[in-house]
C-alpha cells in the first residue's frame, strides 16, 4: 500500500504540483499570482484560451449535430445496415486525430482533392483547413464517436416503461422525446460531451500539424521547447489545462451519477423499424456523416502509397517504398511503441488491479487518496505530466538508471502507464464489484488461504476486465503523441507517434512514410480495439467512457 | 367515474414459436375487478398490454365499449396503466408526475393544480408535491402512481403487478387500500398477478392462465372451491389430489377407488352419477378440510384414512401436517391448535374429512 501511494505520488501527484508551485512562486519562493495576472494581461494568451474554450465548444456544438442523430437511429430504429452503421461509427477513434489532420489537409486542405476539383470545374475554393477552422474540423470528426457512444449508451438504458407510461398518457412523437426521452438521457450526453470537451482542450498533435498554434496545449508545449524548461509562462498554462479538464471531468462524473437513476428494469425498448421516405433519410444521413468521417483514413492510406501527392487530386505515382522505409530502414518506430506500449499496458494491468483491490477489499487508511491520485491522471493533460517530468527529473541520475530518468526510454513508458492508469483502474474495479464478497468467504471457509482464495477464486473472475482495461491502456498509448514529444530523449527512442510528427514535418524525408507509419497506428489501434471488443463483449463501448 | 366493458375475441399474440397468448376471447363487465392470474410467462401481462395497445395482436379484435380498438394507439385508447416498477418519471417532481396526462389533455393550469391536490389527496400524499420520486418510499411511489393514472378518470384502470415490489405488510395495506379505492370509484380494472391470494382477495372474477390460454374463468370462490382442472387445484391454494377410478356410484354419493388403493367417497349431485362407475376421475381435497384423529377417535365423517405423521410445522392459527397414508404425502391444515394436543412426528392417525369436501375436479 504504502510502496503503491509512494509510487504514484513520485509519478503522478508530484510532478504536477511542481509545475502549480513554479507557476505560483517568484524567484524567491514565495506564494504570488503575479504570473497567472501576467496570463491574462498578454492578448496572446487571453486569444489561446479564448480559442481553446471556442474550438471544445464547437467542436461538441457539431459533434452532437452528428452523434446524437446516429446514436438515436442506431437505438430506437431497426434497419438494414444498421450493424455496419454501428461498426464503421467506431472507426474515427481508431485514428489517432493529429493523422487524421494529415490525411485532412490532402483532401480538404488549400491544395488538397476537394479545392482542386472545386478550382478546376467553378474556380473557387473553401478553406476547410485553414486555422481554427480545420482544427475543429479535424476534433469533430475524430471525436463525435465519443457523443454518439455515451448518449447511445444512456438512450438504450432508459426502461420502456417511461415512454409506454407516457404514451399511456396520451403522449407521443416528438412531444414524449421532447418531455420524457429527451430529459432522460440528458445526462449521458452531457457527461460524453464534456469528456470530448476535455479531450479536444488537451490534444496537442492536431494543432501542431496543422500549425495553428494559438490554442493553450501548442502554447504550452512551444514555451517549454523553444524558450526553455523554466519558461513561467508555460507552467501558467499547465495549470489552467488543468483546472479546465478538473472542472469538466468532475461535472461529467455528476451527470454520470444522474444518468444511473433511470437504468433499465426490462429490456431495452425495441427497435422499431422504419419504411420509406422516412428510412431513405435515415440511411442518406447515417452514409453523408461516415462517408465525411471515413476521410481522413482514406486519405492516409493513399498518401501511406504514394511516392508523390501534391497539387493533384490523386497521387501521381504508387509505391511500397513507404512501407519498406518504416519497417526495413528505419524500424525502430514500431519496435519502440510495441515494447513501449505493451510494457505499459502491463504495468497498468498490475497496478490496477492491486489499486482495485486495495480499493474494494481492504479497510487501510489512505484508500480514498489512492483512488484520487489514481484517477487524477483523466484530468492531467498528456503536455503537463510531460513537463512536470522534466521539471522533476531533468538533471538528477535516478538510482538504478546511471541517467537522469528524462534521457532514458524509461520516461516514456512510465508516462504511458500514469497517462492510462485510470482505464485499469476502472476496468479492475468494475471486474472486482461483480465478484460478491461470498465467492472469496466460501473458498475461505472451505480451507483456501487469502492467497489461494485470491489466485483460484478471484483472479480467473476478473481477468476478463484486466485484459480488457490492459488493451485500452494498450490503444490509447500507441497513438500517444502530447507527452510523447516532449519526452522523447532522442530519434532513436521514438515510437510510431513521434516518428509520424517527424516525417509529416520534414518534407525530406517524407511524408508517404509518415502516412505508412499512421496505417500502422490505425492497424494497432484497429487490432486493439476488435479485441477489446471480443473480451468486453457489447459493453464495448464502456471503454470509452468515464 | 366513466367505466368502460371491455371484451377480448380470440386474441392471439406469438413471438417467434412461441404463443404468448392463443385464442383468448374474455368478457369483462362495467365496474369489475377482473383478474389474470397466473405464474410467469403464462401470457397475462402481454395479454394486459394488449388492451393497453402496447402489443399488436395477431389475430383477434379488443372492444371496448362495444368499438374495436386494434388500430387505436397507446396514447388514444383512454385506458390508464400502472406499471410494475411504477414507471415514475425520474426527472420530474411528484407535482409534474401527476400533472402529466392533464397537461397532455389541455385542462386549464387552475383545473390541473385543484385536480392533482384532490389525486393525491386520495392516495393520502398530500404535501410530497415538491419532492422527486427517488426521494419517496416504495409505498408512497406506488401511491403516486396510482394517483397518476386515476387523475385522467381513464375508462379502465389497468395494474401490471402492481404490489409485487413492496414488502409482505405493506403488501397486504396496499391490496385493502386498493380494494376501496376501486369499489368506491368503480372503475373497471383489470388486474395482473402471479399471487393467488391476491387474486382471490381483490377479485370479482379471476381468469387463471397457463401457457398462453385461459384454463378456468369464474369468481374467487368457484375457482379455489371447484378448480375445474389440475393446473388450477395446484397453482390455486394448496391441494391433495387424488387420481382414481368411479368404483360405485349412487344415494349422491360416489365412492372411488385410488391408484394408491385407499377408498374416497365424495359428495354428488351432478348428472354424472348414472353410468359413472368405472370411470376415471381426478379429485382434490383442500388440506383445511382434513382433520385429524387419534386412531382410537370416532367421528361422523365418512372418509378415514390411516397414516403416519410425517413432518409438522406449526403456524400460529394453524398446523400443517404432512401424513404419509398409501405410500404417498396428504397435507392436513389442523386450525386453531390452542389447547390441542399436538400430534408428533411418526405417531399413527387417521385422516378424516368429509364427501362434500371432495372437489371433482375431472
Same mark, same amino acid.
Given at each position: 500500500?504504502?510502496a =503503491?501511494?509512494?509510487?504514484l505520488?513520485?509519478?503522478?501527484?508530484y510532478p504536477?504540483?511542481?509545475?502549480?508551485? /513554479?507557476?505560483?512562486s517568484?524567484?524567491?519562493?514565495?506564494?504570488? =499570482?503575479?504570473?497567472?495576472?501576467?496570463?491574462?494581461?498578454?492578448?496572446?494568451?487571453?486569444?489561446?484560451?479564448?480559442?481553446?474554450?471556442?474550438?471544445?465548444?464547437?467542436v461538441?456544438?457539431?459533434?452532437s449535430?452528428?452523434a446524437?442523430?446516429?446514436?438515436?437511429f442506431?437505438?430506437?430504429y431497426?434497419?438494414?445496415?444498421?450493424?455496419?452503421?454501428q461498426?464503421?461509427?467506431?472507426?474515427?477513434l481508431v485514428?489517432?486525430?493529429?493523422?487524421?489532420?494529415?490525411?485532412?489537409?490532402?483532401?480538404l486542405?488549400?491544395?488538397?482533392?476537394?479545392?482542386?476539383? @472545386?478550382?478546376?470545374?467553378?474556380?473557387?475554393?473553401?478553406?476547410?483547413?485553414?486555422?481554427?477552422?480545420?482544427v475543429v474540423?479535424?476534433q469533430?470528426?475524430?471525436?463525435?464517436?465519443?457523443?454518439m457512444?455515451n448518449?447511445?449508451?444512456?438512450?438504450?438504458?432508459?426502461?420502456?416503461?417511461?415512454?409506454?407510461?407516457?404514451?399511456?398518457?396520451g403522449?407521443?412523437?416528438?412531444?414524449?422525446?421532447?418531455?420524457?426521452?429527451?430529459p432522460l438521457?440528458?445526462?449521458?450526453? !452531457?457527461?460524453?460531451?464534456?469528456?470530448?470537451?476535455i479531450?479536444v482542450?488537451?490534444?496537442?498533435?492536431?494543432? =501542431?500539424m496543422l500549425n495553428?498554434?494559438?490554442?493553450?496545449?501548442p502554447?504550452a508545449y512551444?514555451?517549454?521547447?523553444?524558450?526553455?524548461?523554466? %519558461? /513561467?509562462?508555460?507552467?501558467v498554462?499547465?495549470?489552467?489545462?488543468v483546472?479546465? &479538464?478538473?472542472?469538466?471531468l468532475?461535472?461529467a462524473?455528476?451527470?454520470?451519477g444522474?444518468?444511473e437513476? #433511470?437504468?433499465?428494469?426490462?429490456?431495452a425498448?425495441?427497435?422499431?423499424?422504419?419504411h420509406?421516405r422516412?428510412?431513405?433519410?435515415?440511411?442518406?444521413?447515417?452514409?453523408?456523416v461516415?462517408?465525411?468521417?471515413?476521410?481522413?483514413?482514406?486519405?492516409?492510406?493513399?498518401?501511406?502509397?504514394s511516392k508523390?501527392?501534391?497539387?493533384?487530386? =490523386?497521387?501521381?505515382?504508387?509505391?511500397?517504398?513507404?512501407?519498406t522505409?518504416?519497417?526495413?530502414?528505419v524500424?525502430?518506430?514500431?519496435?519502440?511503441?510495441?515494447?513501449?506500449?505493451?510494457?505499459?499496458?502491463g504495468?497498468?494491468?498490475?497496478?490496477?488491479?492491486?489499486?482495485?483491490?486495495?480499493l474494494l477489499? &481492504?479497510?487501510i487508511?489512505?484508500?480514498?487518496?489512492?483512488?484520487a491520485?489514481?484517477?487524477?491522471?483523466?484530468?492531467?493533460?498528456?503536455?503537463?505530466?510531460a513537463?512536470?517530468?522534466?521539471?522533476?527529473?531533468?538533471g538528477?541520475d535516478f538510482p538504478g538508471?546511471?541517467?537522469?530518468?528524462?534521457?532514458?526510454?524509461?520516461?516514456?513508458?512510465?508516462?504511458?502507464?500514469m497517462?492510462?492508469?485510470?482505464y485499469?483502474? *476502472?476496468? &479492475?474495479?468494475?471486474?472486482?464489484?461483480?465478484?460478491?464478497?461470498s465467492?472469496?468467504e466460501?473458498?475461505?471457509n472451505?480451507g483456501a488461504?487469502?492467497?489461494?482464495t485470491?489466485?483460484?477464486?478471484t483472479?480467473?473472475?476478473?481477468?476478463?476486465?484486466?485484459?480488457?482495461?490492459?488493451? !485500452?491502456?494498450?490503444?490509447?498509448?500507441s497513438?500517444?503523441l502530447s507527452?510523447?514529444?516532449?519526452l522523447?530523449?532522442?530519434?532513436?527512442?521514438?515510437?510510431?507517434?513521434y516518428?509520424?510528427?517527424?516525417?509529416?514535418?520534414?518534407a525530406?524525408l517524407?511524408?508517404?512514410?509518415?502516412?505508412?507509419?499512421?496505417?500502422?497506428?490505425?492497424?494497432?489501434?484497429s487490432l486493439?480495439?476488435? @479485441?477489446?471488443?471480443?473480451?468486453f463483449?457489447?459493453?464495448?463501448?464502456?471503454?470509452f467512457?468515464v | 367515474?366513466?367505466a368502460?366493458?371491455?371484451?377480448?375475441?380470440?386474441?392471439?399474440? *406469438?413471438?417467434?414459436?412461441?404463443w404468448?397468448v392463443?385464442e383468448?376471447t374474455?368478457?369483462?363487465?362495467?365496474?369489475?375487478?377482473?383478474?389474470?392470474?397466473?405464474p410467469?410467462g403464462?401470457g397475462?401481462?402481454?395479454?394486459?398490454r394488449?388492451?393497453?395497445?402496447? /402489443?399488436?395482436?395477431?389475430e383477434? +379484435?379488443?372492444?371496448l365499449?362495444?368499438?374495436?380498438?386494434n388500430h387505436?394507439?397507446?396514447?388514444?385508447?383512454?385506458?390508464?396503466?400502472?406499471?410494475q416498477?411504477?414507471?415514475?418519471w425520474?426527472h420530474l417532481?411528484?407535482?409534474?408526475?401527476?400533472a402529466?396526462?392533464?397537461?397532455?389533455?389541455?385542462?386549464p393550469?387552475?383545473e390541473?393544480?385543484r385536480q392533482v391536490q384532490?389525486?393525491?389527496?386520495?392516495?393520502?400524499?398530500q404535501g410530497t408535491e415538491r419532492?422527486?420520486?427517488?426521494?419517496?418510499s416504495?409505498?408512497q411511489?406506488q401511491r403516486?402512481?396510482?394517483?397518476?393514472?386515476?387523475?385522467?378518470?381513464?375508462?379502465?384502470?389497468?395494474?401490471?403487478?402492481?404490489l409485487?415490489?413492496?414488502?409482505?405488510k405493506l403488501? #397486504?395495506?396496499?391490496?385493502?387500500?386498493?380494494l376501496?379505492?376501486?369499489r %368506491?370509484?368503480?372503475?373497471?380494472?383489470?388486474?395482473?398477478?402471479?399471487?393467488?391470494?391476491?387474486?382471490?382477495?381483490?377479485? +370479482?372474477?379471476?381468469a387463471?392462465?397457463?401457457?398462453?390460454r385461459?384454463?378456468q374463468?369464474?369468481?374467487?370462490?368457484?375457482?379455489?372451491?371447484q378448480?375445474?382442472?389440475?393446473?388450477?387445484a395446484?397453482?390455486?391454494?394448496?391441494?391433495?389430489?387424488?387420481?382414481?377410478t368411479?368404483?360405485?356410484?349412487?344415494?349422491g354419493?360416489?365412492e372411488?377407488?385410488?391408484?394408491e388403493?385407499?377408498?374416497? *367417497?365424495?359428495?354428488?349431485?351432478?348428472?354424472?352419477?348414472?353410468?359413472?362407475?368405472?370411470?376415471?376421475?381426478?379429485?382434490?381435497?383442500?388440506?383445511?378440510? !382434513?382433520?385429524l384423529?387419534?386412531?382410537?377417535?370416532?367421528?361422523a365423517?365418512?372418509?378415514?384414512?390411516?397414516?403416519?405423521v #410425517?413432518?409438522?410445522?406449526?403456524q400460529?392459527?394453524?398446523?400443517e401436517?404432512?401424513?404419509?397414508?398409501g405410500g404417498r404425502?396428504?397435507?392436513?391444515?389442523?386450525?386453531?391448535?390452542?389447547?390441542?394436543?399436538?400430534?408428533?412426528?411418526?405417531?399413527?392417525?387417521a385422516?378424516v374429512?368429509?364427501p362434500? %369436501?371432495?372437489?371433482?375436479?375431472?
Amino acid at each position: 500500500m504504502a510502496a =503503491l501511494l509512494a509510487l504514484l505520488v513520485l509519478f503522478i501527484l508530484y510532478p504536477v504540483v511542481r509545475v502549480l508551485w /513554479v507557476s505560483l512562486s517568484d524567484e524567491e519562493g514565495k506564494l504570488t =499570482l503575479l504570473h497567472f495576472a501576467n496570463f491574462f494581461r498578454r492578448p496572446l494568451f487571453r486569444e489561446a484560451l479564448w480559442n481553446s474554450l471556442l474550438s471544445g465548444v464547437l467542436v461538441v456544438l457539431f459533434g452532437s449535430l452528428m452523434a446524437v442523430p446516429l446514436a438515436y437511429f442506431s437505438v430506437r430504429y431497426e434497419f438494414r445496415g444498421k450493424i455496419l452503421l454501428q461498426t464503421l461509427a467506431t472507426l474515427p477513434l481508431v485514428i489517432p486525430p493529429f493523422v487524421g489532420a494529415v490525411a485532412l489537409q490532402l483532401i480538404l486542405g488549400r491544395s488538397g482533392m476537394v479545392n482542386l476539383l @472545386l478550382m478546376r470545374w467553378f474556380d473557387w475554393s473553401v478553406p476547410f483547413m485553414e486555422g481554427l477552422t480545420g482544427v475543429v474540423l479535424v476534433q469533430t470528426l475524430h471525436f463525435f464517436p465519443f457523443i454518439m457512444l455515451n448518449t447511445a449508451v444512456s438512450l438504450s438504458n432508459i426502461d420502456p416503461s417511461m415512454e409506454e407510461m407516457a404514451q399511456n398518457m396520451g403522449c407521443r412523437g416528438l412531444r414524449l422525446f421532447g418531455r420524457i426521452t429527451l430529459p432522460l438521457m440528458l445526462p449521458g450526453y !452531457i457527461a460524453g460531451s464534456l469528456l470530448t470537451f476535455i479531450r479536444v482542450i488537451d490534444d496537442l498533435g492536431t494543432p =501542431l500539424m496543422l500549425n495553428y498554434k494559438n490554442l493553450l496545449a501548442p502554447q504550452a508545449y512551444l514555451r517549454i521547447t523553444t524558450i526553455g524548461i523554466d %519558461d /513561467v509562462d508555460g507552467y501558467v498554462i499547465c495549470v489552467i489545462l488543468v483546472i479546465l &479538464s478538473l472542472v469538466s471531468l468532475a461535472a461529467a462524473r455528476k451527470y454520470l451519477g444522474l444518468a444511473e437513476y #433511470a437504468t433499465v428494469q426490462r429490456g431495452a425498448v425495441a427497435a422499431r423499424p422504419v419504411h420509406g421516405r422516412k428510412r431513405f433519410l435515415v440511411l442518406l444521413f447515417c452514409g453523408l456523416v461516415l462517408g465525411i468521417s471515413l476521410l481522413p483514413h482514406m486519405g492516409i492510406f493513399l498518401l501511406s502509397f504514394s511516392k508523390v501527392w501534391s497539387f493533384s487530386i =490523386l497521387p501521381a505515382t504508387y509505391t511500397l517504398d513507404n512501407y519498406t522505409e518504416i519497417l526495413f530502414r528505419v524500424p525502430h518506430f514500431v519496435r519502440n511503441t510495441l515494447l513501449y506500449t505493451i510494457l505499459a499496458a502491463g504495468l497498468d494491468v498490475i497496478l490496477g488491479a492491486a489499486i482495485a483491490f486495495l480499493l474494494l477489499r &481492504s479497510r487501510i487508511w489512505g484508500r480514498n487518496l489512492l483512488d484520487a491520485i489514481a484517477t487524477l491522471p483523466l484530468a492531467i493533460p498528456g503536455v503537463v505530466l510531460a513537463v512536470g517530468y522534466l521539471r522533476v527529473f531533468h538533471g538528477w541520475d535516478f538510482p538504478g538508471a546511471g541517467a537522469p530518468l528524462t534521457s532514458t526510454w524509461f520516461i516514456l513508458v512510465i508516462a504511458y502507464t500514469m497517462r492510462r492508469l485510470p482505464y485499469t483502474v *476502472r476496468a &479492475s474495479y468494475a471486474a472486482l464489484q461483480q465478484v460478491h464478497v461470498s465467492l472469496e468467504e466460501s473458498a475461505q471457509n472451505l480451507g483456501a488461504n487469502r492467497l489461494k482464495t485470491f489466485y483460484k477464486v478471484t483472479l480467473p473472475l476478473i481477468t476478463g476486465g484486466l485484459v480488457a482495461g490492459g488493451l !485500452i491502456a494498450f490503444i490509447t498509448s500507441s497513438v500517444e503523441l502530447s507527452s510523447t514529444i516532449m519526452l522523447v530523449p532522442r530519434f532513436e527512442l521514438g515510437p510510431i507517434s513521434y516518428g509520424i510528427y517527424v516525417y509529416m514535418q520534414s518534407a525530406a524525408l517524407g511524408r508517404g512514410a509518415g502516412a505508412a507509419l499512421g496505417v500502422v497506428a490505425i492497424l494497432l489501434v484497429s487490432l486493439g480495439t476488435y @479485441l477489446t471488443h471480443r473480451v468486453f463483449g457489447g459493453r464495448a463501448g464502456s471503454a470509452f467512457r468515464v | 367515474m366513466p367505466a368502460a366493458e371491455i371484451r377480448l375475441e380470440k386474441i392471439s399474440k *406469438r413471438y417467434g414459436d412461441l404463443w404468448a397468448v392463443r385464442e383468448i376471447t374474455l368478457h369483462i363487465k362495467r365496474g369489475e375487478f377482473y383478474t389474470f392470474l397466473g405464474p410467469s410467462g403464462c401470457g397475462k401481462s402481454t395479454l394486459l398490454r394488449t388492451i393497453a395497445g402496447f /402489443v399488436s395482436p395477431d389475430e383477434g +379484435t379488443v372492444y371496448l365499449d362495444g368499438a374495436p380498438v386494434n388500430h387505436i394507439p397507446p396514447w388514444e385508447r383512454d385506458v390508464g396503466m400502472v406499471f410494475q416498477n411504477y414507471a415514475l418519471w425520474p426527472h420530474l417532481s411528484v407535482f409534474e408526475n401527476v400533472a402529466f396526462g392533464l397537461r397532455e389533455r389541455k385542462i386549464p393550469r387552475d383545473e390541473i393544480q385543484r385536480q392533482v391536490q384532490q389525486a393525491l389527496e386520495q392516495v393520502g400524499l398530500q404535501g410530497t408535491e415538491r419532492r422527486r420520486p427517488s426521494q419517496l418510499s416504495g409505498g408512497q411511489q406506488q401511491r403516486v402512481a396510482l394517483a397518476r393514472t386515476l387523475v385522467i378518470q381513464p375508462r379502465a384502470l389497468l395494474l401490471d403487478e402492481p404490489l409485487s415490489n413492496l414488502d409482505a405488510k405493506l403488501r #397486504a395495506e396496499m391490496r385493502i387500500e386498493l380494494l376501496k379505492l376501486q369499489r %368506491d370509484l368503480g372503475i373497471t380494472t383489470i388486474y395482473v398477478t402471479h399471487d393467488q391470494e391476491e387474486a382471490l382477495a381483490l377479485s +370479482t372474477r379471476i381468469a387463471v392462465m397457463e401457457s398462453g390460454r385461459v384454463v378456468q374463468e369464474g369468481e374467487p370462490r368457484e375457482i379455489y372451491e371447484q378448480p375445474r382442472e389440475k393446473f388450477v387445484a395446484e397453482f390455486v391454494g394448496k391441494s391433495n389430489l387424488f387420481i382414481g377410478t368411479v368404483a360405485r356410484a349412487g344415494d349422491g354419493i360416489i365412492e372411488v377407488k385410488t391408484e394408491e388403493g385407499l377408498t374416497i *367417497r365424495a359428495a354428488f349431485s351432478s348428472p354424472l352419477l348414472p353410468g359413472a362407475a368405472g370411470k376415471k376421475v381426478l379429485l382434490n381435497i383442500r388440506p383445511e378440510a !382434513i382433520d385429524l384423529l387419534a386412531p382410537g377417535e370416532e367421528a361422523a365423517r365418512l372418509n378415514r384414512i390411516a397414516g403416519k405423521v #410425517a413432518a409438522l410445522a406449526y403456524q400460529g392459527s394453524f398446523v400443517e401436517y404432512e401424513i404419509e397414508a398409501g405410500g404417498r404425502p396428504i397435507k392436513a391444515n389442523v386450525i386453531n391448535p390452542k389447547g390441542k394436543r399436538l400430534f408428533q412426528r411418526g405417531e399413527e392417525v387417521a385422516a378424516v374429512f368429509d364427501p362434500k %369436501d371432495v372437489a371433482l375436479v375431472s
